[in-house]
């Protein structure tokens, strides 16, 4: 069974230009479902599709002579054709393959495509593909999409403010869950906590692993090492150097996984907010994952936020993800800091963002200096059982139990 996803409505505006489509985002987070679910809305209209995967060693070897070889896998016609191809990072030259065919071709075909490492479309996309394309990143699902996927889609259609009880506590569990093992859809889709981990260790033992080879990585073990110490500073400033030292490997190397690792889709560096460059920190950014589920993997705690000690770090990683969710632009989420260490955990589309468990923990004093800074900027406080409502508009009230059991 094919899940609708969010994202759908953006491509869909899209589709009937000229510019290819590129899908990308890290392994397993549901790209070719999305091109099949494309394909199929597509033929529905009456345009004629054909899809295919450059995992099959004869394709690739095809298009590796010339994109023209595409007319030898399908027949040239005088009307439009799609063509979706699935892991185009495996072609020698993708960007001079979907170059020609847009320059040349564009009457006759509009290709849709997936790359399943950003490492590859970022190194092998060059910048003669501007104005050529619309590129689309696949994140693991967010909340709503994760309770499509459970058959609990009739939650969403409640008035989410007039819950009852009942309700609330389904919610609830159905949140916990998901923030326990993440949005990686197969994991969304195994019937019980057990088996969500098992597909996540094959997530991590497979698919990273994949993302390790075709990276030309040697040292796995050194590359893993690395994520879990990662898991363990989310939410901190990182410091290639330190990091380095820590693993005694070569700086270069450390640099060359965190490409890989950010490029693949397992971590995200916010990067400082800032205007005075002599009293805020401005170099180093913040590390935060992609997938919930994949970071408790790696730290191996799959508790509920009550019982962690990493309780404030995971909160953290748990707004990042639903900022990102909701601007889907990682460049727009930023931190401040200052050199004596003052800070502010997210600035987003000129509103700041302090997180914080429980809301009768705030203290908003020690904020005055960004907010005297900062006079333009609205200072946000969002507390742990906040982040439903403000994200997804379900009003929780009185089962604080639940919430930190």
Request: hydrophobic share 40%; with cysteine.
């Amino acid at each position: 069974m094919l899940y609708s996803r969010d994202i759908l409505s953006q491509i869909k505006k899209v589709l009937d230009r000229d510019e290819f489509i590129i899908l990308t985002g890290a392994r397993q987070t549901g790209k070719t479902s999305l091109l099949i679910i494309l394909k199929e809305f597509l033929e529905e209209k009456g345009k004629i599709c054909h899809y295919f995967n450059l995992e099959n060693p004869e394709n690739l070897e095809l298009l590796n002579k010339h994109p023209y070889n595409i007319f030898e896998i399908i027949p040239e016609k005088k009307s439009k054709q799609y063509i979706f191809i699935d892991e185009i990072q495996y072609l020698n030259n993708p960007s001079n393959f979907l170059k020609l065919l847009f320059d040349e071709k564009r009457e006759k075909v509009k290709i849709i495509t997936s790359g399943s490492s950003a490492f590859y479309i970022d190194k092998k996309f060059k910048d003669s593909l501007v104005g050529r394309k619309f590129l689309f990143e696949i994140y693991p699902l967010n909340f709503n999409e994760f309770l499509i996927f459970r058959n609990q889609d009739d939650l969403i259609k409640k008035n989410k403010q007039k819950l009852s009880k009942y309700y609330q506590e389904k919610v609830i569990d159905l949140w916990t869950n998901y923030l326990i093992y993440g949005g990686y859809p197969k994991v969304v889709l195994a019937e019980n906590s057990e088996m969500q981990k098992i597909i996540l260790e094959d997530i991590a033992n497979s698919y990273i692993k994949k993302d390790i080879r075709d990276a030309g990585i040697k040292q796995g073990e050194k590359y893993f090492a690395l994520l879990k110490i990662l898991a363990g500073q989310t939410g901190n400033l990182v410091n290639s150097q330190e990091l380095a030292a820590t693993l005694q490997t070569a700086h270069k190397t450390i640099e060359e996984y965190l490409y890989v690792m950010q490029k693949s889709y397992q971590i995200a560096f916010i990067k400082p907010f800032y205007k005075n460059l002599r009293k805020e920190l401005t170099k180093m950014p913040k590390v935060y994952f992609y997938d919930l589920g994949l970071r408790n993997l790696l730290l191996n705690n799959f508790n509920q936020i009550s019982k962690r000690q990493d309780r404030g770090a995971y909160l953290e990683n748990i707004a990042f993800r639903e900022f990102l969710n909701q601007a889907h632009n990682l460049d727009s989420i930023k931190f401040w800091r200052t050199q004596d260490k003052k800070e502010i955990d997210f600035i987003v589309d000129n509103q700041a963002f302090e997180i914080k468990l429980k809301s009768d923990k705030i203290k908003k004093g020690r904020y005055a200096q960004f907010v005297n800074s900062y006079p333009d900027i609205k200072l946000n406080f969002l507390s742990y059982e906040q982040i439903l409502e403000k994200f997804y508009g379900y009003k929780i009230i009185n089962t604080p139990r639940h919430l930190f059991a």
